[in-house]
């Protein structure tokens, strides 16, 4: 790339670092229900999306990092992935054309496998410091869409309330820093910012300057001028999946769990 994406990449690592603290810190206090660890890939085997800074920080990792037939291999795992991934889409959309309830597709979704193309033989994540933030909550607590899930093999219990991540939050500052990114390098795609690929797609990619629409004779915009994206973003990053409304935000501090996480009518500090 003949752009430095590295600002971008430096604040979703901000971002990534948090979820990491969230999740150590529900692990921690809930050590019996969190049933993750090494050699368990129950979640390298689940059907997501990645926004577009997580699709260029993955892909640029992954490139950086791998060559020649560890490449390949891998590309090969990508390439039978996102077949996979694309026919789970096709018969979603099928279902939904058939009359099917978005409940109904989302369970059906939800209840699918495809096995992640950076898990690797021994069942270990082949680039696990740059996974991605789905792959780095999975095994706490989440609230999707104003429903509770968690990892089929946690102790935690159905209609019992733990300290929840309010996942849509965390969307919305990667959304927000995708816009940031688009505008920062220059796009003419406006609506850039809005892609969402699956980890197979985002490996496979070439992101060039024709993909990312990257005019080498338009000057990008000025940094210091901040963009509502950007704004967005930073106020996305800060206040993460804090409920207040903005009239609180005088008391939050940005380092807080409390501004990632939700908390159930039982739960106690």
Not at 154 to 178: I, N, R
Not at 211 to 227: C, E, F, W
Request: one cysteine or more.
């Amino acid at each position: 790339m003949a752009f430095d994406l590295s600002p971008y990449f430096e604040r979703y690592e901000n971002i990534a670092g948090k979820v990491d603290e969230i999740f150590a810190a529900i692990q921690e206090k809930h050590s019996e229900q969190v049933a993750c660890g090494k050699g368990c890939s129950d979640c390298c085997h689940a059907l997501f999306d990645l926004s577009l800074i997580e699709a260029l920080y993955i892909n640029h990792h992954f490139n950086k990092k791998f060559s020649g037939l560890e490449r390949s291999e891998i590309m090969d795992r990508a390439d039978e992935a996102d077949r996979s991934v694309h026919r789970l889409k096709r018969q979603a959309f099928r279902a939904s054309q058939d009359g099917k309830s978005t409940q109904e597709i989302l369970l059906a979704m939800a209840e699918a496998k495809v096995r992640c193309p950076l898990l690797g033989k021994d069942d270990l994540c082949e680039l696990y410091e740059h996974r991605p933030l789905t792959c780095r909550l999975y095994g706490v607590p989440l609230n999707i869409g104003g429903e509770p899930h968690s990892c089929g093999k946690s102790g935690f219990e159905p209609g019992t309330s733990y300290a929840t991540v309010h996942v849509e939050k965390l969307q919305d500052a990667l959304l927000a820093l995708s816009y940031d990114l688009t505008q920062g390098i220059g796009s003419s795609y406006k609506e850039l910012g809005s892609v969402l690929v699956p980890l197979s797609m985002a490996l496979l990619t070439e992101y060039d300057e024709t993909y990312l629409g990257v005019n080498r004779n338009k000057a990008p915009a000025k940094a210091a001028v901040k963009s509502a994206p950007e704004a967005s973003a930073e106020k996305a990053d800060a206040c993460g999946s804090c409920s207040k409304d903005e009239s609180a935000c005088a008391s939050c501090k940005e380092k807080s769990f409390n501004i990632v996480l939700g908390k159930g009518p039982d739960e106690k500090d």
